[in-house]
């Protein structure tokens, strides 16, 4: 099999450091950008090499050969431009969060399933390193089995300089960074059976929550408690945009935190060490982690494409992260508990 062709969507924020993660690997290439503002795509095309620039998506798909389109527009478009990619019979990577709604979200994994062509998800936070480790530690069951476990994300950073839109957004952390802690969760402990939420607002200009509290009731029994906060306030740790986790487990526990240090507690006493993300000269040194993640997340995604592996986060795994993202704002709506069985998740 020859380099995979595809086709970036959107020229926004993310678009550059993802166009840098696709040129890490070998076996893909780049052949066409597209944006509604053209002469952004332009822009990044003329940065990287990238020989066709469109302003219309539909033009872009009639005119090029494509393996796969990778999506990487607002929420609320991802609809849009993932059915156009399966009436022409085209794999699609998706950024998260896939859709604005659950049910946009299960229509579009229903339109590729129909359609016979894979839909993927572009959900980097699970490979990073410090987390893939984590995850070693837990699988390989040197603590034994977890019964409660924290995933702390709370940051001052000023996330809205980059992404203003963030700002506008009804449904604001739970959406952005709830997406990927939900997944780490799911990628740590399992699935859920029922969870608990409470959201809380402190910026007096943004729309949606800027915290948020999980607490996921796993199918284990375990109990894992989800903390997001962009809440702008002072804060001794805050290392933008690291994820503090500690788990407790039948024969020890396990600590991720600032700087990247996995300190994994048993009888025999405490072995600590420290996971860095490899460090890319295109990533922004303010979003290290998450920009190094993106290669790994697409090594992993290209492998599936290429048939060569299984993807990880699959559109119709990320219905289940979707799921809790929106059972979450449900539970704190209704000031109640959500609790369901495999054979009737919520809605
Ligand atoms: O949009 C978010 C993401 O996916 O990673 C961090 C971020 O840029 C801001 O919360």
Same mark, same amino acid.
């Given at each position: 099999?020859?380099s995979l !062709?595809?086709?970036?969507?959107?020229?926004g924020?993310w678009?550059r450091f993802?166009l840098a993660g696709?040129?890490e690997l070998?076996?893909v290439e780049?052949?066409?950008?597209?944006?509604?503002?053209g002469?952004?795509?332009?822009?990044?095309?003329r940065?990287f090499g990238? +020989?066709?620039?469109y302003?219309?998506?539909e033009?872009?798909?009639?005119r090029e050969r494509?393996?796969?389109l990778?999506?990487?527009t607002?929420?609320?478009?991802?609809?849009?431009?993932v059915r156009m990619?399966a009436?022409r019979?085209? +794999?699609?990577?998706c950024?998260?969060?896939?859709?604005?709604?659950?049910?946009? #979200?299960?229509?579009m994994v229903a339109?590729?399933?129909?359609?016979?062509?894979p839909l993927l998800v572009?959900e980097?936070?699970?490979w990073?390193?410090?987390i893939?480790?984590?995850?070693?530690?837990?699988d390989?069951g040197?603590?034994?089995e977890? @019964?409660r476990?924290?995933?702390?994300f709370i940051?001052?950073f000023?996330?809205?300089?980059n992404q203003p839109?963030l700002?506008e957004?009804?449904?604001?952390i739970?959406t952005?960074?709830?997406?990927?802690?939900?997944?780490?969760? !799911?990628?740590? @402990?399992g &699935?859920?059976?029922g969870l /608990?939420?409470?959201t809380h607002r402190?910026?007096?200009d943004?729309?949606?929550e800027?915290?948020a509290?999980?607490?996921?009731?796993? &199918?284990?029994g375990?109990a894992?408690v989800?903390?997001?906060?962009? #809440?702008?306030?002072?804060l001794?740790?805050? !290392? @933008?945009p690291?994820t503090y986790i500690f788990v407790?487990? &039948?024969?020890g526990?396990? &600590?991720?935190?600032p700087?990247?240090?996995?300190r994994v507690t /048993?009888?025999?006493?405490t072995?600590?060490r420290?996971y860095?993300?490899?460090?890319?000269?295109w990533?922004d +040194?303010?979003y290290e982690v $998450?920009?190094?993640s $993106?290669v +790994?997340?697409?090594?992993?995604?290209l492998a599936?494409? !290429?048939?060569?592996?299984?993807a990880? /986060? /699959?559109?119709?795994d990320?219905l289940l992260t979707?799921?809790?993202?929106?059972a979450?704002?449900?539970?704190?709506?209704g000031r109640?508990?959500i609790?369901?069985s495999?054979?009737?998740l919520?809605e």
């Open positions: 099999m020859g !062709r595809f086709a970036i969507l959107g020229t924020f678009s993802q696709w040129k070998d076996g780049c052949v066409a950008l597209c944006d509604r503002t002469s952004k795509a332009e822009k990044l095309a940065e990238v +020989p066709a620039v302003d219309d998506a033009e872009l798909l009639r494509l393996d796969f990778d999506i990487i607002d929420a609320h478009t991802h609809g849009k431009f990619a009436d019979r085209l +794999p699609v990577i950024q998260k969060p896939l859709a604005p709604s659950y049910s946009e #979200a299960e229509g339109a590729c399933r129909e359609a016979g062509v572009h980097n936070w699970r990073q390193p410090q893939r480790q984590m995850k070693r530690v837990l390989e040197r603590i034994g977890p @019964f476990a924290r995933i702390d940051s001052s000023p996330v809205f300089n839109f700002r957004l009804e449904q604001f739970l952005d960074i709830g997406t990927h802690l939900l997944d780490v969760a !799911r990628c740590l @402990f &699935e859920a059976e /608990t939420c409470l402190v910026h007096r943004t729309k949606g800027d915290v509290t999980v607490m996921l009731a796993m &199918e284990g375990a894992v989800c903390n997001m906060a962009y #809440a702008g306030n002072a001794e740790h805050d !290392r @933008f690291e407790e487990a &039948e024969s526990s396990a &600590e991720l935190g700087d990247y240090w996995l /048993t009888g025999d006493g072995f600590a420290r860095p993300p490899p460090r890319y000269a990533a +040194p303010s $998450i920009h190094a $993106i +790994p997340c697409h090594a992993n995604l599936a494409l !290429r048939g060569e592996g299984r990880e /986060t /699959t559109g119709e990320n979707l799921k809790l993202v929106f979450a704002y449900e539970s704190a709506a109640r508990s609790h369901w495999r054979s009737n919520p």
